[in-house]
């Protein structure tokens, strides 16, 4: 079997010809030789020789047929006649590739980021049995880090439960202040459980990786584990690195290993600096040291089940375990006073078990839909470009239809001529796609460029992309393919030999390519137009204030290791510098950034004559001065001052005053003015109620663009003040008092990193990644294929017009005006255009509805939109159509009668 496939080698096979040739020659001359000395003349001689061997061409075939395999050998010979016949036509080769290389590096590059964000498993063993563990029901405590969360104490809990699980392991990602020497620069960090690298079965590149010995008191193992990114490009891979001291928040770690190149995490996407133990959380977030409290929600706990075991087994077999463990909770110390109806609900909370192959990932929640919708428009423009070959290839196969007559008439099947056409596309697929793998690098870095954060989003070239790309070829090469062939297996053998086939041929199945195209062109354009519309409106939107001169940053002085009473005062001389820099004019503190994405949330508690529960309000502490920096209105009562503000040193506190926006205060007072009413956090039985509303600001988006809730205010100066952000109303140009700003936090804190310095506009530019994402990717989706589109109309009214030259002719010559004759040609593209258009509106439908939720002040079927949209595409395509109109309406009825 392998000598058949080496027989397939040009340089062997040329051999193996030339020796069959002597051979063959020998036994010629040699039967030549006998039966000259019989007597025979020599020519009848030769020719009697040649009839015993039964024809030489013919013995050569029987002969070669037993080197390979029939039909790979014919497979050999077509893909080195197609290569012949596409050398010979440089144009069509390129215009072809250059089509399907469109289609084919967009759909790949996107797939390469799907695959990435929602297909790739972690490179862990097993990562099927890993799954997360999630609170579904009512938790009574407080939570960071966004969703998912549970208490350190539940992920030891469910580390000790053994029946479902082989074992469990947590994680909490966090930023910190890092040195390794003089420079203080911010970093990611994950705090983890003892029990995080030996679930997961990673083993370290050098050293050892953190395990239970580490994670069982409190500062007792000040340990780290690096990444391998971070060794690698930050300690220039220094194979010393173990036994170093890094300052992690300014606290002395001890380097105890590197982890593998291949391990980034259980979040690919936000691959951490450097790995902690958990134990050592007081260091890491010093703003809240809650780590053995159950009622502290932080942690991202996983499991791996054990084998046999399901993720829907599990969910349901922990479910009295669970119940249990919130049962001895309630007897606890220190649990919450709660209303019946709070209680039930709590212990009816359960633990949702959900499979974690691929991890846990912000980008994949944040990106995938998009990517998805992306790679459905992608899917489009590869289809159109198929269609768009499709059209020249039925062009080119009408040119060739003398040829291939002629091949039939000589014998061949016409099996075997759609066999020759199909290796032809399947050349032009693969160069396509050759051309399109050389260009997908480029669409993922616009891709990944949206995104406003550091990710690790890039094309990668690996045994999947390859498939994936070799199975579109393959898709390209079929439906591409198939019209040529099922053109060529339709033509008329003997009308074509005396060639009266010419007028009709290929031109039904050309037009029917285009109206395809117009229609997929169409859908692609109403998509454009729909994303577009979101981002413009949006930005015209606003976030409700004033974004020109406005700067914000963040800065976290706990990270220094400093006391909170330090911070604070650091907190408070950062704003008293930063109010002094010319061209600052005014300024504020707050504890975040806004439109961010991120926020926290709390209910309350109204006294209005009876109790009122509110729904999640959206909270944000600010200092005095924050909505007239903002040049956010106050509609009623007063702004935050003095009387708000602690001293530093001093107890924290509950909130005294609060600020509400005009949503809370319509929604939970109506037509009253809430300013002087008093609320409580907390919907316990046992919450008071001595929190005052001081305020209503009108409304503005805190969190998105998109985000219209209620929200409440509560100065940044009552507690936890040690960090946060700080917001700049400049004159001029804010981009020229950055270095200013950060000259102005080091005189404060030569050591303190200025993070997240930003102009608001630039937050807003952020905020839209997605959206802006869609709009750009789309319009390019929708400017190619309209592209596509007009060079498949106008090759088949070329084609048209060539064909009907005599007809036009002759109607000219009869008194037929050249106007009437541009209209001839002119309706048959509007008949294209029209039956396009009706095509897609079933499929623009359905568009609309998919995308609903990513659409922004528009409706999913938008009459505006598509009317334009098939305008756009009206104009063009008639444009690329009046050409060869033109040219038809122009001919001499002497030369047309003449064309031949």
Not at 287 to 315: C, I, N, Q, S
Not at 333 to 347: H, I, M
Not at 403 to 422: D, F, K, M, P, V
């Amino acid at each position: 079997m392998p000598s058949r496939l080496l027989n397939l080698l040009p340089w062997r096979r040329r051999r193996m010809e030339q020796d069959l040739a002597r051979e063959l020659e020998d036994h010629l001359l040699r039967r030549v030789a006998e039966l000259t000395g019989a007597g025979l003349d020599p020519a009848l001689a030769r020719r009697q020789a040649t009839l015993e061997l039964g024809g030489v061409p013919q013995t050569q075939e029987e002969v070669r047929d037993t080197w390979t395999w029939r039909r790979l050998d014919q497979l050999g010979r077509d893909v080195r006649y197609a290569g012949r016949t596409l050398r010979r036509m440089p144009g069509f080769t390129i215009t072809a590739m250059v089509s399907l290389a469109l289609g084919i590096g967009a759909t790949a590059a996107i797939f390469s980021l799907v695959d990435q964000v929602l297909l790739r498993s972690l490179p862990v063993r097993d990562p099927g049995s890993l799954v997360q563990l999630a609170w579904r029901g009512r938790a009574l405590g407080a939570v960071w880090g966004g969703a998912d969360v549970l208490s350190y104490p539940t992920c030891l809990d469910l580390q000790a439960q053994r029946r479902f699980f082989e074992g469990a392991f947590c994680r909490y990602p966090r930023t910190v202040n890092l040195s390794t020497g003089d420079e203080h620069v911010q970093a990611r960090a994950e705090l983890v459980s003892g029990s995080f690298f030996p679930m997961l079965e990673v083993r370290p590149e050098i050293g050892r990786l953190i395990d239970p010995s580490d994670d069982r008191e409190p500062l007792a193992q000040p340990v780290v584990v690096l990444s391998y990114p971070y060794w690698k490009h930050n300690l220039g891979g220094a194979t010393d690195v173990v036994g170093r001291t890094l300052l992690v928040n300014n606290y002395p770690m001890t380097v105890i290993g590197v982890a593998p190149e291949s391990f980034r995490g259980v979040d690919p996407f936000d691959v951490p600096a450097l790995w902690i133990p958990a134990m050592m959380k007081r260091v890491v977030t010093p703003e809240f040291d809650r780590l053995l409290d159950r009622r502290a929600y932080w942690m991202h706990v996983f499991a791996r089940l054990k084998p046999g075991v399901t993720a829907e087994e599990a969910d349901a077999g922990l479910r009295p375990w669970f119940r249990s463990v919130l049962e001895e909770e309630t007897r606890l110390e220190g649990f919450p006073s709660t209303t019946a109806e709070q209680r039930r609900d709590f212990l009816a909370s359960t633990l949702e078990v959900r499979s974690a192959a691929r991890g846990r990932s912000e980008v994949r929640g944040a990106v995938g839909r998009p990517l998805g919708m992306l790679m459905a428009g992608a899917a489009l423009l590869l289809l159109l470009a198929t269609l768009n070959v499709a059209g020249l290839l039925v062009a080119r196969g009408a040119a060739r239809a003398r040829e291939l007559t002629t091949r039939l008439a000589l014998g061949a099947s016409r099996g075997r001529i759609a066999g020759q056409l199909l290796v032809e596309t399947s050349l032009i697929a693969l160069g396509g796609g050759l051309l399109g793998l050389i260009a997908a690098p480029a669409i993922t870095r616009a891709l990944a460029s949206f995104h406003p954060g550091e990710t690790d989003l890039s094309f990668r070239l690996d045994a999947r992309i390859l498939l994936f790309a070799l199975a579109v070829c393959v898709l390209a090469t079929m439906l591409a393919g198939l019209a040529p062939a099922f053109q060529a297996g339709r033509v008329p053998l003997i009308a074509s030999l005396k060639d009266r086939s010419r007028v009709a041929g290929g031109v039904t199945l050309r037009r029917a390519l285009v109206i395809g195209q117009m229609a997929f062109t169409l859908v692609l354009l109403v998509g454009a137009g729909l994303f577009v519309q979101t981002v413009r409106r949006l930005s015209a939107k606003g976030p409700g204030f004033p974004t020109s001169s406005l700067v914000m940053f963040r800065v976290d002085p706990p990270s220094l290791g400093l006391s909170a009473r330090e911070s604070e005062q650091i907190m408070q001389a950062v704003l008293r510098r930063v109010q002094s820099i010319p061209g600052v004019e005014r300024a504020a503190a707050a504890n975040t950034h806004i439109l961010s994405g991120g926020s926290s949330s709390t209910v309350f508690t109204l006294a209005l004559g009876e109790r009122v529960v509110t729904d999640r309000v959206l909270t944000m502490r600010v200092g005095p001065g924050f909505f007239s920096t903002l040049g956010a209105e106050l509609v009623a009562g007063r702004d935050f001052d003095e009387r708000e503000m602690r001293q530093p040193g001093e107890p924290a506190r509950l909130p005294k005053a609060i600020i509400v926006n005009e949503s809370f205060a319509r929604r939970y007072f109506g037509s009253r003015n809430p300013v002087g009413s008093r609320l409580g956090q907390g919907n316990r039985p046992d919450v008071a109620t001595n929190t005052e509303i001081i305020g209503v600001v009108r409304d503005f988006n805190r969190r998105s663009l998109r985000d219209d809730a209620e929200q409440a205010f509560v100065s940044f100066w009552d507690r936890n003040s040690g960090d946060g952000a700080f917001y700049l109303r400049v004159r001029g140009d804010p981009a020229a008092l950055f270095a200013s700003i950060r000259a102005a936090v080091r005189e404060v804190a030569p050591t303190l990193p200025v993070t997240e310095l930003t102009t608001v506009e630039e937050q807003i530019e952020r905020s839209l990644f997605s959206e802006r994402m869609l709009a750009t990717l789309s319009s390019g989706f929708g400017l190619v294929a309209l592209l596509l589109s007009v060079v498949g109309l106008y090759g088949v009214m070329t084609f048209i017009v060539t064909r009907r030259t005599q007809e036009i002719g002759v109607r000219l010559a009869l008194g037929a005006t050249r106007a009437g004759a541009l209209w001839l040609v002119v309706r048959d593209a509007l008949v294209m255009i029209v039956a396009g258009a009706a095509l897609s509106l079933p499929a623009v439908w359905a568009v609309g509805r998919l995308v609903q939720a990513q659409l922004f002040g528009v409706p999913p079927i938008h009459a505006p939109t598509i009317l334009l949209a098939g305008g756009v595409l009206a104009v063009v395509a008639l444009g690329a159509a009046m050409l060869p109109a033109w040219r038809a309406a122009s001919v001499s009825p002497t030369e047309a009668l003449r064309f031949e």
